[in-house]
């Protein structure tokens, strides 16, 4: 009897390892599917801050090479979602979100009137994203020498 509970107490040991082990990789690959995520939007989230500062001034230079990439946000949402906490995952989902909305709004040749205002609003939590995927998607000395490079721009 002594032997089969041997056995059976390494069968139960060797399913809890086998299953932390699982635990363990599992969330490091969530980590870093949402770091590539992160470092790919966060990209795209500067050229979506360019094309709508066009708008809060009144510019209309929105298509071609001007018209802010969408795709990686629809692409990448899900990985962010998984990793990221839920008001930061939501504040940069709304910041696409409202990018899409503007992009919309420009493609259906409605009235443009009141676009700045909204423009305005996205150019906000867009910088608001850009700062939580620049902490979700890079760290120690790369986060610091991008922190600096954002704010050398900010000064010019």
Request: charged residues 30%; hydrophobic residues 40%.
């Amino acid at each position: 009897m002594g032997t089969a509970a041997i056995g059976l107490l390494g069968v139960v040991v060797g399913v809890l390892l086998g299953g932390g082990v699982q635990l363990l990789v599992s969330r490091q690959e969530r980590k870093a599917a949402s770091k590539r995520a992160a470092r790919l939007l966060f990209g795209d989230c500067q050229l979506c801050l360019d094309a709508v500062h066009w708008l809060t001034m009144g510019e209309r230079r929105w298509g071609g090479p001007n018209k802010p990439p969408l795709e990686g946000w629809r692409h990448h949402r899900e990985a962010l979602a998984g990793a990221m906490d839920g008001p930061a995952f939501q504040t940069v989902d709304g910041a696409f979100y409202r990018v899409a909305n503007l992009d919309a709004w420009v493609e259906s040749d409605a009235d443009l009137t009141e676009i700045e205002v909204d423009a305005e609003e996205t150019v906000r939590q867009l910088q608001e994203a850009r700062t939580l995927l620049l902490r979700e998607g890079f760290s120690g000395s790369e986060l610091e020498r991008m922190q600096r490079e954002m704010d050398s721009d900010r000064g010019r």
